[in-house]
């Protein structure tokens, strides 16, 4: 099972703390802007890289807004990933969005 985190109580850890940020939606919205630092691994791709992820590491997960990183913690949860949903995604995102 995975936990939900609202986005300000994510801005908050990822200004003062040191955490693992996966950004799973399409290529071509990533290209529109992201948070910086977020490692980009497409939903639709996902699979593909549970392999490499790290079962020692929480990884906070954002989409648009929360739906499709949902899916995707729960995916990555099933394999032992230790996850956190953002909730209302990058259509929240306050910090340095481009």
Same mark, same amino acid.
């Given at each position: ?10 801005e908050?850890?990822?200004? /003062?703390? /040191? ?24 939903? %639709? ?10 079962? /020692? ?32 995604g990058? %259509? ?7």
């Amino acid at each position: 099972m995975y936990k939900s985190i609202s986005m300000s109580e994510f801005e908050h850890k990822w200004n /003062n703390e /040191n955490v693992t940020l996966i950004d799973v939606r399409e290529l071509d919205e990533w290209e529109t802007g992201h948070v910086e630092g977020a490692q980009h691994i497409p939903l %639709s791709k996902l699979d593909e890289y549970v392999n490499q992820l790290d079962k /020692n590491t929480p990884y906070y997960v954002m989409c648009h807004s929360g739906g499709r990183s949902a899916m995707a913690c729960q995916r990555l949860s099933a394999e032992g990933i230790d996850t956190v949903n953002i909730l209302g995604g990058i %259509s929240a995102w306050k910090g340095d969005k481009v």
